[in-house]
Antibody, heavy 124, light 109 residues
Framework: EVQVVESGGALVQPGGALRVSCAASGFSFSSYWMSWVRQAPGKGLEWVANIKQDGSEKYYVDSVKGRFTISRDNAKNSLELQMNSLRTEDTAVYHC??????????????????WGKGTTVTVS | EIVLTQSPGTLSLSPGERATLSCRASRSISANNLAWYQQKPGQAPRLLIYGASSRATDIPDRFSGSGSGTDFTLIISRLEPEDFAVYYCQQCGTSPPLTFGGGTKVEIK
């Protein structure tokens, strides 16, 4: 079964740090871009960060740049998000997501096709 | 920054009715990376449509997507009880912007 499972969510004080992790199984982890997407209580979805298959490219939403770091270990099929200088507005469920790709002779199509249930980070 | 505006915010319909959800981009985007997701309370989002019009695996054919440029639409042809949920559009990709719309809640009338 293709799945991703997050862990590591916790209650943290403002200014604190936390690392959340994601364990992937059932697919060739090293072949996919991976993402973190968060959802604050009662709010919509917000993309947080992306990482390329080999870790050579990483992108972040502006609000977390310089504070969050996405990383991966392809040997362990794992994805991590190191969160520093946490703010109350970072309170959310953090989802680990696989970025699927369809390749044609004319274009690439990207979409988020495998989602974990999420891990809850509360900054208070 | 691209903004995706979904309308209406809430759609009140009865089972069996047709639902039409709109996603409008603040500037033209590639349909190749326009996706739709369904989210039920307490659950993770589920991919419904990718490339603006391709159904994801195991998605029933009552779900259809269309559009190009700045205007995209998700249609649920006949609402089933399990379809009442929140729907999000997204401009996906590998580099920013990877923007989600604010969501449309489809509720039972």
């Amino acid at each position: 079964e293709v799945q991703v499972v997050e862990s590591g969510g916790a209650l943290v004080q403002p200014g604190g740090a936390l690392r959340v992790s994601c364990a992937a199984s059932g697919f060739s982890f090293s072949s996919y871009w991976m993402s973190w997407v968060r959802q604050a209580p009662g709010k919509g979805l917000e993309w947080v960060a992306n990482i390329k298959q080999d870790g050579s490219e990483k992108y972040y939403v502006d609000s977390v740049k310089g504070r969050f770091t996405i990383s991966r270990d392809n040997a362990k099929n794992s994805l991590e998000l190191q969160m520093n200088s946490l703010r109350t507005e970072d309170t959310a469920v953090y989802h680990c997501v696989r970025v699927g790709t369809t390749v044609t002779p004319y274009y690439y199509s990207y979409y988020m096709d495998v989602w974990g249930k999420g891990t809850t980070v509360t900054v208070s | 920054e691209i903004v995706l505006t979904q309308s209406p915010g809430t759609l009140s319909l009865s089972p069996g009715e047709r639902a039409t959800l709109s996603c409008r981009a603040s500037r033209s985007i590639s349909a190749n990376n326009l996706a739709w997701y369904q989210q039920k309370p307490g659950q993770a989002p589920r991919l419904l449509i990718y490339g603006a019009s391709s159904r994801a695996t195991d998605i029933p054919d009552r779900f259809s997507g269309s559009g190009s440029g700045t205007d995209f639409t998700l249609i649920i042809s006949r609402l089933e009880p399990e379809d009442f949920a929140v729907y999000y559009c997204q401009q996906c990709g590998t580099s920013p912007p990877l923007t989600f719309g604010g969501g449309t809640k489809v509720e039972i009338k």
